[in-house]
């Protein structure tokens, strides 16, 4: 089972990027799939997650009005489209999926039956 993050790059802020990450090896249409990124010297944080069925999305205060998520579960994916970048966007972003979105938004991450490897994003000003 693999997780394949792909769309990072360089980026000026004002910017957009659109983010990728396929699944192989099972399908994930029936868990929840979200977004997570880490900045150099910080922690991992939630970006973004959405439900099986697409219908419910969340997202962080800090992306909010910025990022979309959206999913096609007959390719087994999920996409973060990105805009309006910020230099504080500079990041590794990661995705996952986990079976309940309770889980994917539980404050400490801990719960994901899946992680991608990550694709960097840097924003530069």
């Known amino acids: 089972v693999q997780l394949q993050a792909s769309g990072g790059g360089l980026v000026q802020a004002g910017g957009s990027l659109r983010l990728s990450c396929a699944g192989s090896?099972?399908?994930?249409?029936?868990?929840?799939m979200g977004w997570f990124r880490q900045a150099p010297g910080k922690e991992r944080e939630f970006v973004a997650a959405?439900?099986?069925?697409?219908?419910?999305?969340y997202f962080a205060d800090s992306v909010k009005g910025r990022f979309t998520i959206s999913r096609d579960n007959a390719k087994n994916t999920v996409y973060l489209q990105m805009s309006s970048l910020k230099p504080e966007d500079t990041a590794v972003y990661y995705c996952?999926?986990?079976?309940?979105?309770?889980?994917?938004?539980?404050?400490?991450?801990?719960?994901?039956?899946?992680w991608g490897k990550g694709t960097l994003v840097t924003v530069s000003s």
């Open positions: 996952a999926v986990a079976m309940g979105i309770a889980t994917m938004l539980q404050p400490d991450m801990g719960g994901m039956d899946y």
């Open positions: 090896g099972r399908t994930f249409s029936s868990y929840a």
């Open positions: 959405i439900s099986w069925s697409g219908g419910s999305t």
